[in-house]
């Protein structure tokens, strides 16, 4: 079912996320979503969506953003999951309130990138539910987080035709939920399968 979420670019133009549905709007003004009916998820396992309404993916498992013609604008492969991940940033910080975890991603963009804007992973798309349900209201993007990783380890904003890989690095207060990339519907990681302590 296609959904309309909140910006992940630059530009004011929707865009959509999905392992092929719903639709990403920008912060500034949002646009109609796509006027084409949503596929069917019932054929397709990796379709559905969880009780959240996001779709769940595991390591080397992908999603797409799409434009609001349906067309593939990018495509996201997670390719690792790590907890407290070696930090390599010039002046890298202790966690004050829980454990970092790092999430390496390889993004591959198309032309059609260009109607969309740039696609981008920064912390304040994320957010933390808990194993018991309870949604975190603390950042995620604390200073621990962004100090972590060197430039050349952190993953960049996406432009049109271009391929990226690259790390997220958030402070989590455990590992045992699951992580949200989106506002509203978006793509969940579960740590608990996706961490072994």
């Known amino acids: 079912m296609h959904r309309i979420l ?22 500034t003004t949002p646009l109609p979503s796509p006027s084409s009916a949503p596929p069917s998820s019932s054929a397709d ?28 604008a990018a495509t996201v492969r997670l390719d690792d999951i790590k907890a407290n991940p070696k930090c390599t940033g010039d002046y890298p910080e202790k966690p004050k309130d829980g454990t970092l975890v790092a999430l390496t991603f390889t993004v591959t963009s198309e ?16 957010k933390y539910i808990a194993a018991d349900g309870m949604t975190y209201n603390g950042e995620l993007d604390t200073v621990a987080a962004y100090s972590c990783l060197s430039d050349k380890q952190r993953l960049p904003r996406v432009g049109p035709s271009e391929k990226a890989q690259g790390s997220v690095v958030l402070e989590l207060p455990d590992t045992k939920g699951v992580l949200i990339y989106g506002i509203g519907d978006g793509v969940e990681f579960d740590l608990s399968d996706a961490i072994k302590e």
Do not use: H, M, Y
């Open 6 to 27: 909140p910006a992940f670019a630059i530009s004011a133009i929707s865009l959509s996320l999905v392992a092929c549905s719903s639709t990403e709007p920008q912060e």
């Open 111 to 126: 032309p059609e990138l260009s109607e969309l804007g740039d696609v981008a992973f920064d912390g304040g798309w994320w």
């Open 45 to 72: 396992p990796a379709l559905e969506r969880n009780d959240r309404g996001n779709l769940t993916r595991k390591v080397g498992e992908t999603f797409t953003f799409r434009t609001t013609s349906d067309e593939i």
